[in-house]
């Protein structure tokens, strides 16, 4: 059975910003903190949103996934696997580390 992969930050970001990659990131934190600050490379995976993801989100597309911490993101990126998805990835350190690092992020004014 495949599994997802764990990734650093580093190279989460690097996959996600590399010219030519289609590489999506997924944020499953809640409606509440997405909208207080996310990165702008994110889609906001939620119940309401699966099917508009697996609408347009090609099963061979990297995807990595990004909650709080880096520890619910393991079962969502397991469940994704589950659906087909090839190249799933659970973001180590969550949104917590790419804020922290002082990556990217859009917050609410």
Known sequence: ???????????????????????????????????????????????????????TVEFEQPIVVMCYHGISSQGAAQYLINQGYESVYSLDGGFTAWQREGLPTVTME
Do not use: C, G, W
């Open 1 to 55: 059975m495949t599994q997802f992969k764990p990734i650093s930050l580093n190279d989460a970001y690097v996959l996600l910003t590399t010219e030519n990659t289609d590489a999506v990131l997924l944020d499953i934190r809640d409606h509440q903190a997405f909208q207080l600050a996310h990165s702008p490379l994110a889609f906001h995976l939620t119940n309401e949103t699966m099917i508009d993801l697996l609408n």
